[in-house]
């Protein structure tokens, strides 16, 4: 596959989504450097993996499908995953760390509602 097997106006329809799941990537790797709290850094990631992940996948399933007309089936598996691990994994996080904070009684653990 060679990148004059697609027109231009298909291939930047390609590239937009992947760059901006990249950015959205890089945002949320910014944001887990920046931010202060335990609950604001692991909010960040798990956002920007989300939905970049998402959108760098849709790149990656568009790209064969519009090439040769084939669906790449593992990509959609990666979809499943990322969409389905993450925020999983961020609640597990946060729930843990709640529940550490309320033990070790600090300050600054949310309240219970």
């Known amino acids: 596959m060679t990148g004059a097997d697609i027109s231009v106006w298909l291939a930047w329809a390609i590239v937009i ?4 799941g990249a950015a959205l990537s890089f945002l949320g790797a910014t944001g887990l450097i920046s931010l ?3 609950y604001d850094r692991v909010h960040a990631p798990t956002l920007g993996a989300t939905l970049g992940g998402f959108l760098i996948v849709v790149g990656s399933i568009a790209l064969p499908f519009a090439a040769e007309g084939r669906l790449v089936f593992r990509d959609l598996l990666i ?3 990322i969409t389905l691990t993450t925020p999983v994994t961020f609640i597990l996080l946060a729930r843990a760390a709640v529940y550490r904070d309320r033990v070790e009684g600090n300050a600054d653990a949310p309240e219970e509602a």
Do not use: C
Request: proline share 10%.
């Open 17 to 20: 989504p992947v760059v901006a």
């Open 36 to 38: 202060k709290s335990f």
């Open 79 to 81: 979809v499943v995953f």
